[in-house]
Each structure stands twice: as C-alpha cells, then as structure tokens.
C-alpha cells in the first residue's frame, strides 16, 4: 500500500510558476514510478509527467513539454512538479500517482493515486 498526499496547488496567475509536492508513504518509493495527471472541468484526465523509479528517465505530455518538471526526492519519498510559465488552460485538479510496474503515460498503469491538489490560472 501507498499513500500519496499532494500539496502546493493554488492560485497563480499566467506566466507564473508552481512547485506540486507529492509526499509518499508506506511500501517502499523507490520501487515505483511516478507520474502527474490533470483533470480540468468537464474533461478526461490527461498525462502530464512521469518519472522512473531511478528518476533517471522523464517524460511529458505535449501540452506540457518545455514548461514543467517532474523530479523526485527518496530521502524524502517525495515527487515534484515545478511548473512555470503557466497558462489558463493548465486550470486543473493535479493528482499524483504510483505504479509498481514502471513508468507509464496510462492511467490504467497507476497502482495509487492521491486525493489531488487544485491549481488556477488567471488570465
């Protein structure tokens, strides 16, 4: 079992930056990979990040590609998401999640999610 707790979202307005955290704890962190997903109002939730278990490997959603990224801390069983130049249409709940079986861009892969983390962009 993994619990995932994020924080750090808010109200920001473009062009500004973000830093999510993901605090992870119970199984061992390091045997997961992680990765950031996003749901806006009245959309499918969408990839954003993920990282390898090492965090030797990232990959991002195009919408994303260039502006975030994802980073991870095992001492302190923690992922990141640092996201700047912000848009408007990054307007989204951000969860966090783990997968036992490696890094993935599908939801279906994710073992455990967080609650997730509101994050606003104002024009």
């Known amino acids: 079992q993994v619990q995932l707790v994020e924080s750090g979202g808010g109200l920001v307005q473009a062009e500004g930056s973000l830093r999510l955290s993901c605090a992870a704890s119970?199984?061992?962190?390091?045997?997961?990979?992680m990765g950031w997903f996003r749901q806006a109002p009245g959309k499918e939730r969408e990839f954003v990040a993920a990282?390898?278990?090492?965090?030797?490997?990232?990959y991002y959603g195009d919408s994303v590609q260039g502006r975030f990224i994802i980073s991870r801390d095992s001492a302190k069983t923690t992922v990141y998401l640092r996201m700047n130049s912000l848009k408007p249409e990054d307007t989204a709940v951000y969860y966090c999640?783990?997968?036992?079986?490696?890094?993935?861009?599908?939801?279906?892969?994710?073992?455990?999610w967080g609650q997730g983390t509101q994050v606003t962009v104002s024009s």
């Open positions: 990282i390898s278990r090492s965090g030797r490997m990232t």
């Open positions: 119970g199984s061992s962190f390091n045997t997961y990979a």
């Open positions: 999640a783990a997968a036992a079986a490696g890094t993935s861009r599908q939801m279906g892969d994710y073992d455990y």
